[in-house]
Structure formats: structure tokens, C-alpha cells
């Protein structure tokens, strides 16, 4: 039987309390997901039930139990806290997917700190953006990924401690400090910060379409969106194996890939290497993964290497699948049921900003392949006009995907960008503070993205109501790229959109000007692409680059993205007639 008996039920009996049920949580008991996550699952008497089974390339294996989890992230607490790092002060978790860095997320919150963990493929000038933007104090890295630190430091003057938690601590360079959790004395106890429930946890940089990625703040009462969204989408129970693909680097990773599962006391996997079908299929034939949380590119890349593969592993201990990140297409719905014995991947729509999952399809519900499912039970959400802001009342009228305020695991602010925060609520009023904004019901939270709902309730995702491209999951803006852009010699203007891709949905695209002196060429192109992929990410190198003899242009002089989106697309660019013509 699933965690959710009934929609229709849970949604007319909903309180947020019930997250507390769930947990089996108590009136003054310490509300920190450090040791929630951690301590409280060993006082329970999981201490020695597997938390993390862990693998990485090549052959190496690691498993740890609940117990060490406690101990490890309390070493990271400790240490911290000796290199004079302070409650609310910003960490940043910059490594690959290895045991450290989550056993460091627990750390820095049990401190009282804020956790900022960026995606290790960031380049140095992504990773310097938001470590000033953040004034991040200390940074938690590799011996891989410290050299980009390296570059950057300089520039960085609030960013005092740089530690290296693996590798040779010979290697160090000055001003640089060496811990391995592992081996460093065990820390069997650690004095855990008493949060409130207001008390900042993590920080989630996010790309918008203007302006340089912003941080979405979240905080320790957000644990109570991610368990009971974890407990009754993701249908978790005490003997599942349960596999998240996110990096933690992106919320999914965090929410999901973190805090949801271990705040149940899940034993969780996670797969430290690169993508292949066959390492996927085999990591869940040989941990016996029962409940798998991935995303539409990753699911339309196996399908692409067929079905004779699935067949040569036993994927029989799965037993729930679900998916984020992207539309996820009806075909994939479809294929998932037809080689994983009858599963199909449940769709859930969220955001960095919403913290947890806001539409859903629930185990035991009909799922209708390409919609997104419906609310979550607690969720008042809506689709709003695009012109009059007003719920839209006819189904299969597209709108603006919207959510009333309210929800526990809320971001709860931009870092230091109340305007932008204000920016995302229809109704607000000029001076409202962010604590009004979040609490205020008759107001609406806005996505970003367009849908419509069908005459039964179910949610059909339409696209994003912006210029930022999604591609594999990942938001990456298009401001942020252009800036890149221009730092080039050869280049003078740029504009970049997000091109139709079958498996990632989108993909980078750059229009560029150069200047005098710069003629187009292959070669050229080539050192631009890695040009961005070395500042920015992979993910945010084009794949494809168009020179242009002029970029087009609002009378103004702004570049219009929207014209050359819809080129790239195939629709109709609309009204050109404010384009200049010079
Ligand atoms: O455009 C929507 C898309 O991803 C955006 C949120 O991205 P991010 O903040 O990075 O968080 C990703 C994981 C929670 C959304 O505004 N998106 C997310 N889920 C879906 C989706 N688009 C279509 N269908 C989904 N299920």
C-alpha cells in the first residue's frame, strides 16, 4: 500500500502537521536537518542501518550507516567551527558527488551555517560570481577543483578559509588547509546549533533570464515540505533502496537527494561516475534500488540505447519511479512502463524556489503520459491569465503556472535581492517585505513557466514564460552566457537561446557579431565553445554558433532573444515591427 492512501482524502485532510506525524516529531525537539538527517535517526535506533552506499569510478565502494553520518558530519561541524566559521555564515560545498560532501551539507547546517553547494563542472568565473554574490566566507573543495579556487581567491576578498578535503595535502598551497573527515579523530559529540524554524539553511544559486544567477534562500522548516513530499510522492519506507541521480549541486540533489530520504532514515545511493546505460542499469541491479528519482534527459538517453539492454539486468527490486527537472514526454512515460515491469516514471514539477515538489503524479493515481500530475495536498496552485493575472477558469487555456504563498520548505528570499523576490508575486505591494510576501495568501507566487490544466485538474506543462534555457534539468541564463561571451577577443556582441535538442531538450545556442579584425571560422568557433566551458560549464557551452553580420535589435539597442529563439524553434517570431532596421 502506498503512503498515500487517497488523494481526494489527503487533500481534504491536509495540515502541514502531518509532516510532524510522519516523523514522529515532538514539541521541542531540536528542528536542525543537520542532525534531524542525522543524530535523531540514530536516537531512534537506525544507527546501524546503512544511510549512503556509495560508488565511484572504477571500482570503489563505500558504505556508511547512520552512525557515521552523525560522526562525520559532526567532525565537519567541529572543524569548522575551529576554523572560526560562524552561524549564518556561507559555506560553499564545491566537490563531486563523493561521501564528503554529504557528510560536510550535514555539517555546515548542524553548525548553524548556511550551506551553498555549486555544481563541481562550474568554471571559475560561474563559481566567482556566486561566491562574491554570497560573500561566502569558506569553501569546501578538492584537490580536482581547487585550482579554480585558486584563480579566483584574489578577487574574493571575504572568502577566508579554502579547505581541501581529499587528495595529497602536500600539494596545498599556502593559505590553504587539508581535512579529511575519514581520517581525522571521530567526534562522537557536537553541540548542535538550535535553529528555529526561520533559521537559514541552504542557498541555491538559480539562473533567471536577466542579471546573474540569484540565491534562493532556504531554511530549516523547509524539512517538513521535502519528508512529507518524499513520504507520499516518492513513497518511501523503511526497507527501501532508494537512488537519486541529482548532484546536490542543484536542488533536487539537496531535497531530494539529501534531506527527504535521510530525514526518514532512507538508505540511499549515489553513483559518483559518469553516465552510461549500462553502469546506470547495473548500479540498480547490484544495490537492489527499489525507488529511483531521475530526470527526463537522463530517461530519453536509455531509451535511446533501447530495450535489448534493459533486458540484460534484473531491474526486478524496482518498484517506483519518478522524475523531475524537464517536461517529461509522453513517450518516455509510456517506454518506462513497457521495460521496467510496468512502471511508469511519475512526473513532479518544482523549483530551487519552491524548495519541494509542487505538482505531482502519486503512486495509486491514473497517470496521464505528459502531464505533470496535479498539486500536492497543502498547495493552492493555479494557472493565472497571461494578460489579466486572474486564474484562468476554462481548461486547456494556457497560463502562468502560480502558487499561493505559504508552503514550509518556501525560499525565503533572494540573497540581498528583495526587488527580484518581490518581483515573483502578482499583487504585491511596492515596500512589501519578504516576510509579508511569503505569508500573504492572496497573493501569487509565479514560476516562470506556462500550462494549462485539463477539465479533470491535471497539469500540461507548456514552456517557460522567459528566455532561460533548460538543458538535461538544468536552468542556465542566457545573460550570464552572453557576458562570457563578450569577455572574448574576437567577440563584439552576443545573444544566446536555447536550441531544440532530442535528448536534452535544449541546448545552447550562440548568435555573435565580431569585431574588426575577426573573421568567422571553424577554429574560431571551437575556442569560443571552450572558452565558455572552461569559464562558465559544460553545460553552459554553446553547441552551435552562428555569425551574424548584425544582431537584431529593439530601436532602444537591446538584443531581442526572442526573435532568434523562435528562428531556432520554427514558430512565429511575432511582432518585428519595434525591430530596428540599422
Ligand atoms: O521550467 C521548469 C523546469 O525547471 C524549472 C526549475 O528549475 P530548477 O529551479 O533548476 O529546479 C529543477 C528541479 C526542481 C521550472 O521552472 N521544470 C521542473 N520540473 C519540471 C519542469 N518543466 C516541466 N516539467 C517538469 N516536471
Redesign the pocket.
Given at each position: 500500500m502506498s503512503n498515500i492512501e487517497s488523494y481526494e482524502k489527503a487533500k481534504n485532510d491536509f495540515s502541514w502537521d502531518i509532516a510532524r506525524d510522519v516523523l514522529n516529531w515532538k514539541d521541542g525537539e531540536l528542528l536542525n536537518i543537520g542532525a534531524m538527517c542525522s543524530d535523531r535517526i540514530c536516537d531512534r535506533g537506525d544507527a546501524d542501518k546503512t544511510a549512503l552506499i556509495w560508488e565511484g569510478f572504477g571500482d570503489r565502494k563505500e558504505k556508511y550507516t547512520f552512525n557515521d553520518l552523525r560522526i562525520y558530519s559532526n567532525g565537519f561541524a567541529q572543524f569548522l567551527k575551529a576554523q572560526g566559521i560562524e552561524p549564518g555564515d556561507r559555506v560553499c560545498i564545491f566537490m563531486d558527488k563523493i561521501p564528503s560532501l554529504y557528510f560536510s551539507f550535514l555539517g555546515i547546517l548542524k553548525l548553524g551555517a548556511i550551506a551553498q553547494p555549486l555544481f563541481s563542472a562550474f568554471g571559475d568565473e560561474s563559481l566567482e560570481v556566486r561566491l562574491a554574490s554570497a560573500n561566502t566566507k569558506a569553501i569546501l573543495t578538492t584537490r580536482k577543483h581547487v585550482r579554480k579556487v585558486r584563480k579566483i581567491k584574489d578577487k574574493l576578498p571575504e572568502l577566508k578559509n579554502i579547505i581541501v578535503v581529499e587528495g595529497d595535502p602536500a600539494k596545498l598551497k599556502e593559505g590553504e588547509v587539508f581535512f579529511d573527515v575519514e581520517s581525522a579523530p571521530k567526534i562522537e559529540e557536537f553541540d548542535v546549533f538550535k535553529s528555529d524554524s526561520e533559521s537559514p539553511s541552504v542557498l541555491h544559486y538559480?539562473s533567471g533570464t536577466t542579471g546573474q544567477p540569484k540565491g534562493a534562500l532556504h531554511v530549516h522548516s523547509s524539512v517538513w515540505g521535502q519528508a512529507l513530499t518524499t513520504s507520499w510522492v516518492l513513497d518511501l519506507k523503511d526497507d527501501d533502496i532508494y537512488w537519486c541521480t541529482?548532484d546536490p549541486g542543484?536542488?533536487?540533489g539537496t531535497?531530494y537527494g539529501i534531506i527527504g530520504p535521510w530525514v526518514l532514515g532512507t538508505t540511499q545511493c549515489v553513483l559518483d561516475s559518469g553516465f552510461t546505460s549500462s553502469r546506470w542499469y547495473q548500479f540498480i541491479q547490484d544495490n537492489k534500488i527499489s525507488v529511483w528519482y531521475s530526470a527526463?534527459t537522463a530517461i530519453r538517453a536509455l531509451m535511446k540505447d533501447g530495450n535489448e539492454l534493459v533486458g540484460k539486468f534484473d531491474l526486478s527490486t524496482l518498484r517506483h519511479l519518478a522524475?523531475?527537472?524537464?517536461?517529461?514526454n509522453a513517450e518516455a512515460v509510456i517506454w518506462s512502463g513497457e521495460v521496467f515491469n510496468g512502471l511508469q516514471f511519475h512526473?513532479?514539477?518544482?523549483?530551487?524556489?519552491?524548495g519541494a515538489m509542487m505538482?505531482t503524479n502519486f503512486p495509486g493515481m491514473e497517470i496521464r503520459p505528459g502531464s505533470?500530475g496535479m498539486p500536492f495536498p497543502g498547495i493552492s496552485a493555479s494557472v493565472l491569465d497571461l494578460e489579466s493575472h486572474e486564474p484562468v477558469t476554462e481548461p486547456g487555456k494556457v497560463g502562468l503556472i502560480a502558487f499561493r504563498p505559504g508552503w514550509p520548505s518556501m525560499f525565503r528570499s533572494y540573497w540581498k535581492q528583495p526587488d527580484i523576490y518581490r518581483s515573483k508575486f502578482v499583487g504585491a505591494t511596492e515596500d512589501a517585505m519578504p516576510d509579508e510576501l511569503r505569508m500573504n495568501p492572496e497573493l501569487w507566487y509565479v514560476?516562470?513557466?506556462r500550462a494549462s490544466i485539463d477539465k479533470d485538474g491535471y497539469y500540461w506543462?507548456v514552456g517557460?514564460d522567459d528566455d532561460?534555457i533548460?538543458t538535461g534539468?538544468?536552468?542556465v541564463g542566457p545573460f550570464e552566457i552572453e557576458s562570457a561571451l563578450v569577455e572574448h577577443e574576437a567577440i563584439a556582441e552576443a545573444a544566446a537561446v536555447g536550441k531544440p535538442d532530442e535528448v536534452n531538450m535544449e541546448v545552447v545556442k550562440a548568435f555573435v557579431t565580431l569585431k574588426p579584425g575577426y573573421e568567422p571560422s571553424d577554429d574560431l568557433e571551437l575556442d569560443i565553445m571552450n572558452f565558455i566551458r572552461k569559464r562558465l560549464s559544460p553545460l553552459a557551452m554553446p553547441q552551435e554558433i552562428e555569425y551574424m553580420d548584425r544582431l537584431p535589435k529593439t530601436r532602444s539597442g537591446k538584443i531581442v532573444r526572442r526573435y532568434l529563439k523562435a528562428i531556432e524553434w520554427g514558430e512565429d517570431v511575432g511582432d518585428i515591427s519595434s525591430l530596428s532596421d540599422e
Open positions: 538559480t541529482a542543484w536542488v533536487t531535497s527526463p522524475s523531475v527537472g524537464e517536461p517529461l512526473d513532479t514539477f518544482w523549483q530551487t524556489e519552491t505538482i505533470m514560476s516562470g513557466d506543462f517557460r532561460v533548460n534539468g538544468h536552468l
